[in-house]
């Protein structure tokens, strides 16, 4: 009976094997299911998407019938669950374009690639730019009455060949050339009284009149008098000057409505017509973006553009202000001074000593904000900095270093440690590229890195 008993209860060890393969079976069963299920939801997403994208494709089937007048101010924007919406470019309300703003930020793609349109882009040249000014020295150079009235009459007297002037001559800039490559982002580096302000405003078309000036600056190979160097190029001067009772947004609608539209209408009609040619659906987001920024009087869809790729959106509504009305912050009128000018049809940014006043995180941010549009936008931008800090100089592509009104290295920013070494000049380990770049061009602070290295090299 004991060996019956025994054999009537069966062993742990095909209790577990029965219970193993009754877990496996109810797990194959389980998996079985999880996968009809993934399949099934992934085909009814798979339905989903279909259904959306036959919903836009008859949507811009409809758009592409319309005559070319009605076909540049419709457009087609997905809403916030992804529905295709046509909208009027010059209805566009707060929402569709904070929409708009939002979904043109993540594009990556270019309709302009995919027919073989070219973004219009400047390259400056400069050619044996030499630069002269006559000024009083001592104590006649002192901004008082006396001296006004005597300077004036000893001018005239001048003129009349009676007495001679005591100006003295002084130059500027020394036979300088170079070439600025539009889409990268250029850093002037100098000592004070260098001519850093003088080159911008030379190469801005913006010089005084009293200055003498001889040799050649061309735009894509075209002179100043060629064209009207205001509508090509803007000068950015390291003073904000903003009206202080008005808005950020108000600042940049105003400043886009004086400056227009510029040349982008025609590159739109161009563009619908060799997207049309090649059967061709553009990118829903840059097509609408495109159409808003080229109509004249829409100036809110490229203002809000603006406002999104410099971090300005979050003081939009706020008022600029000044010493006695509270507003925004320093750096955010830095970005605003920058926002003016590349809100308009300017392609080439000459930048004047933008961090004066600034501490250097303000700057950092400034200038990669700055450099993200100058990509974004394929523009010809130069900024003057006195003294970046080491993250601020990793941004920029290129270099130009000014010495006593001359060029010493211009060329990319990779490179102007090797050249420097070729001259005998290191830079200390623990030392930043801009500084050391600041000292080794000052005769003062060049005697202080040769006797650091034992070197006697000098420019």
Known sequence: MENQGRTLQPSESSLRATSSRIEGSAMQRTGSWLNHASSARSSVFTHSSKGEDDEEDLKWAALEKLPTFARVRKGILKGNEGEPLEVDVEALGNVERKMLMDQLIRATND???????????????????????EAYVGG?????????????????????????????????????SGIIKPGRLTLLLGPPGSGKTTLLLA???????????????????????????????????????HIAEMTVRETLTFSAKCQGVGTRHDMLME????????????????????KALSLKGRENVITDYILKILGLDICADT???????????????????????????????????????????????????????????????VISLLQPAP???????????????????????EHVLEFFESMGFKCPE??????????????????????????????
């Open 319 to 381: 008022l600029v202000g000044n010493e006695m009305l509270r507003g925004i912050s320093g750096g955010q009128k830095k970005r605003l001074t920058t926002a003016e000018m590349i809100v308009g049809p300017s392609r080439a940014l000459f930048m004047d000593e933008i961090s004066t006043g600034l501490d250097s995180s303000t700057t950092f941010q400034i200038v990669n904000s700055i450099r993200q549009a100058n990509h974004i936008l394929g523009g010809t931008t």
């Open 271 to 290: 563009l619908l017509r060799r997207e049309k040619d090649a059967n061709l659906r553009p990118d829903p987001e840059i097509d609408l973006f495109m």
């Open 203 to 241: 190469l801005a078309g913006k010089l005084a009149s009293d200055l003498k000036v001889s040799g050649e600056i061309t735009y894509n190979g075209h002179r100043m008098n060629e064209f009207v160097p205001e509508r090509t190029s803007a000068y950015i001067s390291q003073h904000d000057t």
């Open 140 to 176: 006649r150079a002192l901004p008082s009455i006396a001296n006004f009235f005597l300077n004036k009459l000893e001018e005239f007297l001048s003129c009349l060949h009676i007495v001679p002037s005591r100006k003295r001559p002084i130059t500027i800039l020394d036979n300088v």
């Open 391 to 413: 993250e601020t100089y990793e941004l920029f592509d290129d270099i130009i270093l000014l010495s006593e009104g001359q060029i010493v290295y211009q060329g990319p920013r």
């Open 430 to 459: 623990r030392k930043g590229v801009a500084d050391f770049l600041q000292e080794v061009t000052s005769r003062k602070d060049q005697q202080q890195t040769e006797s650091m290295h034992g070197a006697i090299n000098s420019f």
């Open 111 to 133: 309709d302009n690639e995919n027919v073989g349109i070219e973004m219009p882009t400047i390259e400056v040249r400069y050619q044996d730019l030499q630069i002269h000014a």
